[in-house]
């Protein structure tokens, strides 16, 4: 994968680094230079392996073969995590990462799910490396366990004719387009990833919908009450019969407001404090009033168009 990728790029400046975690001359730009630093291609070797147990659509999370992505999401949690050095990170060891998913699978007495996309957008990953492509194929023909992965991103049609046995599942970021144009810079338009959707589910792929981040802007409640009708006019009927829903509502930090008002001085900010109360480490999330009020709102309205039985959960 690494040689590919030499031979891929080769008419581009190649910097040779010690360590991907930690770039000196990257870490020192400024908060202005966030935007521009998106655009570097790290590639490297990971060497944490660690799973982490999840509870929610998965059983565990799973370092894999990206971190970080292009997109400038503004409230990206992988910012928390990287901070201006969430840029795109390419591992090129993706036998080995894989190999552990499958060994853990197998020594497993139950059928596990291994989210492998917590890190990064592996869509948006797909079109650089083809991994998502390997990693479907390579997996199912094994014969336990199950992938899982989110997205923003509309580029699905090099999965469709893949042979995945019904062992990796897709979930679609979805959220008003007015959100997605003034907030989620650089992913894909809302009615290319409901066609994206379709096309995934007509492929017999496992598939969801992330309601997610949900963002109480100014007029919330007619952005997220138009967003559900059209996804409920324009998913397939095989998309809203078999389909699961995961809604979560946006935290946002002390990280991101640094970052966002030098990168994108022009942009909203998303930061309310007559909305929102601190949660640690310099996070802040919905008060719980306003939130109980968002998710019942958003339940009643879900109950219009879908099975309220299809919501998994609301964090």
């Known amino acids: 994968m690494g040689k590919m990728l030499y031979e891929k790029y080769k008419?581009?400046?190649?910097?040779?680094?010690?360590?991907?975690?930690?770039?000196?001359?990257?870490?020192?730009?400024?908060?202005?230079?966030?935007?521009?630093?998106?655009?570097?291609?790290?590639?490297?070797?990971?060497?944490?392996?660690?799973?982490?147990?999840?509870?929610?659509s998965s059983d565990f999370l799973v370092p894999y073969t990206s971190s970080g992505c292009s997109a400038m999401c503004l409230y990206c949690y992988l910012v928390c995590n990287y901070n201006k050095c969430s840029y795109l990170r390419l591992f090129v060891n993706r036998e080995q990462m894989l190999d552990k998913i499958i060994r853990t699978a197998n020594k497993?007495?139950?059928?596990?799910?291994?989210?492998?996309?917590?890190?990064?957008?592996?869509?948006?990953?797909?079109?650089?490396t083809s991994n998502l492509e390997w990693t479907i194929e390579k997996f199912a023909k094994n014969e336990k366990g199950f992938l899982t992965f989110p997205t923003k991103f509309d580029m699905v049609d090099p999965l469709l004719h893949l042979e995945h046995r019904g062992r990796s599942t897709l979930r679609m970021s979805v959220n008003p387009q007015e959100i997605i144009t003034r907030i989620e810079f650089g992913t894909s338009p809302l009615r290319s990833r409901i066609a994206a959707i379709n096309k995934m589910c007509a492929a017999g792929y496992k598939t969801g919908l992330l309601i997610a981040p949900v963002i109480l802007t100014q007029n919330w409640k007619a952005l997220y009450s138009e967003l559900l009708t059209i996804l409920s006019d324009e998913l397939s009927e095989k998309m809203k019969r078999e389909m699961f829903v995961e809604i979560i509502f946006m935290t946002y930090s002390y990280v991101h407001r640094a970052i966002n008002s030098e990168a994108f001085p022009n942009a909203i900010d998303l930061y309310d404090p007559a909305l929102m109360t601190g949660r640690g480490m310099g996070k802040y999330c919905y008060k719980p009033a306003v939130r109980a009020k968002a998710e019942q709102f958003l339940r009643d309205e879900f109950a219009k168009h879908f099975d309220p039985s299809k919501i998994l959960y609301i964090v």
């Open 108 to 128: 497993s007495d139950r059928e596990l799910t291994f989210e492998i996309g917590s890190n990064s957008d592996l869509i948006l990953e797909n079109t650089v």
């Open 11 to 56: 008419d581009v400046p190649w910097i040779p680094i010690d360590n991907h975690n930690n770039i000196e001359q990257l870490r020192n730009n400024e908060n202005s230079q966030f935007a521009e630093m998106k655009q570097y291609l790290i590639v490297g070797v990971r060497k944490t392996h660690k799973f982490v147990p999840n509870h929610k």
